[in-house]
Nanobody, 124 residues
Framework: QVQLVESGGGLVQAGDSLRLSCAASARTFSSYLMGWFRRAPGKEREFVAGISWNGGVTRYADSVKDRFTISRDNAKNTVNLQMNSLKPEDTAVYYC?????????????????WGQGTQVTVSS
């Protein structure tokens, strides 16, 4: 069982930056692929970014590429999402997720554990 707790959300203006963090309880955290997803009002949960077990491979949704950066610290059992140049369309609840899949997946069905989410609101 893995428990994930997100933090760092908030209300910002367009163009600002935010850094989300996810703390994991798993003793074998380094064995999990990690991902960030988001759900905007009235929309389905969508993939934002993913990172391999050792941080060597990352993947991003086209909508956040070159603005967001995912990273992990296996010694601290944390995964982070640095979000720059935020836009109003980035407004959503952001979720951290852990996967035992063999490669980074864009599908929610391939993630085994989820956090409760943290709200990010970007005003124009």
């Amino acid at each position: 069982q893995v428990q994930l707790v997100e933090s760092g959300g908030g209300l910002v203006q367009a163009g600002d930056s935010l850094r989300l963090s996810c703390a994991a309880s798993a003793r074998t955290f380094s064995s999990y692929l990690m991902g960030w997803f988001r759900r905007a009002p009235g929309k389905e949960r969508e993939f934002v970014a993913g990172i391999s077990w050792n941080g060597g491979v990352t993947r991003y949704a086209d909508s956040v590429k070159d603005r967001f950066t995912i990273s992990r610290d296996n010694a601290k059992n944390t995964v982070n999402l640095q979000m720059n140049s935020l836009k109003p369309e980035d407004t959503a609840v952001y979720y951290c997720a852990a996967s035992t899949y063999s490669s980074i997946s864009y599908s929610t069905t391939n993630y085994n554990y989820w956090g409760q989410g943290t709200q990010v609101t970007v005003s124009s």
